[in-house]
């Protein structure tokens, strides 16, 4: 099966971490530990230098762009099943073109493309960058949110977006149902069948695995999802994902929506405009015995008050939906 077959039957594929140490610098070891637990609770993919990454590796300063993607790249290379390899493209077409080319050069499938540094760019601008970075590797677009960095993008841009002929997926993550709807029938109306829907949606992932896009007689699914959210409690995320494949909306699915969205909320800090996200990621491996720390490249980023207690409580309540046993089974394993 091609990597554009998988995206197409649907994966779980979490958004990997940063394992740093107390300096703040690269932990080697608990990062091919992380990428080993994702790879062990069955996901169908990695994306790596994505958010959340941390965009600073890519700092001159920092340099660690190419040494995370070629540590993920040798675990996955390890996997028994084969996995698709996103990487994380930002920037200026330049920088986005360099990207993709790294990326390429290092056997990655396809670049998930943030307008994050576009935000003053004209439509036209924004789809002749897109067209460059196309032409280079496969492309997965990316409608990310304005509170972290995206911005808004019109079904216009949508709909000239899913003509270029190399993307090959969408993930849609703008926090906001009017504008998931603008991406789902701008795909619908170019004729994209082959153009997979993921979700990013952090705050409404079961929903939208449930929910049938309809527009006029075409009719298209969200078949997975690449979430910052899913670097943590993998395993389950995997199995909510095969859950919910081509399920219809059921009073329990729907609930378990809701606990999922309220662990979101205590891990992504949504009370703060999402400030303490990572951090919070962070704090469930660390608990988990994955991570040491929870250090950012930033050294201000980190937990926001209050967050800690709502991880406690969204741990405490929602018991089926953690996969502390299967780390605590495996971790010496995979800090081997």
Partial sequence: MSFRQQLQHGLAIPAHPLALNARRKLDERRQRALSRYYIAAGVGGLAVGVHTTQFAIRDQKVGLFRPVLELAKEEMDRAANPLVRIGGICGMTPQAAAEAT????????????????????SEDEMIAHCRAVAEIIPVVGFYLQPSVGGRV????????????????????????????????????EAGRD????????????????????????????????????????TQRAVELLEQCRHADATPSLLRLGVEVTDSNAAFFDAAHGFRGCIAGLHEILRRQGLLEGLWCLDEHETLSPGQLEEIDRVHRIYPHLNDDAFVAQNRDDWLR
């Fill in 102 to 121: 790294l990326l390429r050069e290092l056997g990655y499938h396809t670049g998930l493309l943030s307008l994050g540094a576009m935000r003053d760019a």
């Fill in 153 to 188: 993008l019109p079904y216009s841009f949508w709909r000239r977006f899913a003509e270029i002929e190399n993307v090959v997926a969408i993930k849609i993550a703008p926090f906001n149902r009017y504008q998931t709807l603008d991406v789902v029938r701008a795909v619908i």
């Fill in 194 to 233: 082959d153009i997979a829907l993921y979700t990013g949606n952090d705050d409404s992932i079961v929903t939208d695995f449930l929910t049938p896009f309809r527009f006029g007689s075409k009719e298209r699914r969200v078949v997975g999802g690449l979430l910052g959210h899913w670097s943590v409690w």
